[in-house]
């Protein structure tokens, strides 16, 4: 019934709570919000909290907490990316590969080959942002809760200190996301350049893409 009504929307995702998102405050949907916060926050209270607490110590509050659909004439793909404002994400699947859909998913290393998950309904997974992932709907029909947790309790965190120190011993990973996450495009371009010169692909893809705006 929920998502029946989530459908008639004009939306990819739905949000249920948001610290930052303007659209989390819409009065139009408030009342299927608080309905959907009545059903997930028993669980993200009881299970999924304790679970990644446990897991990422430095883990704090849910700061974004949404359903996203893939239908058919609709968006199917959701490119390879990582969460930038998430310190630990958690992905929920609301239905079953291979029964719902096809494809779904996936992780990689940015090397364009994809490895899909066979996520079945109630399957869970919790990752940190340097995940490079995405979804890529073949066929069929896909509905998911992403909850994006923060490393403070009241969704203050300053993100852009995320990944400092692996960052600053040379991971191009984490140069790549203090890259995309800093306050300044000088302090943008200087972690890109690192990440780029150590030969990580994506971040000369950025690096590149960067230099070309500069040049315009």
Known sequence: MLCSMILRMVTYEFIISSAGAQKAHDPIRESLRRRLRDITEPILRDRIQPFVWARYPKAGAVCHSMIRRYLENERRSHDTHWDIPSYVSVVVSLDSTNQDFEGGFFVTTGNGEKSFIPLQKGDTVVHQSDLLHG????????????????????????????????????????????????????????????????????????FGKAHEDRAD
Not at 166 to 177: I, N, S, W, Y
């Open 135 to 206: 979804v890529h709907v073949v066929s069929g029909e896909r509905w998911s809760w992403a909850m994006w947790f923060q490393d403070s309790s009241d969704c203050s965190s300053a993100a852009e200190n995320w990944w400092q120190a692996e960052a600053e011993e040379g991971d191009p990973v984490a140069q790549t996301l203090r890259a995309m996450r800093a306050s300044t495009a000088m302090e943008s371009w200087t972690w890109l350049k690192s990440a780029a010169q150590s030969g990580f692909p994506r971040a000369q893809l950025y």
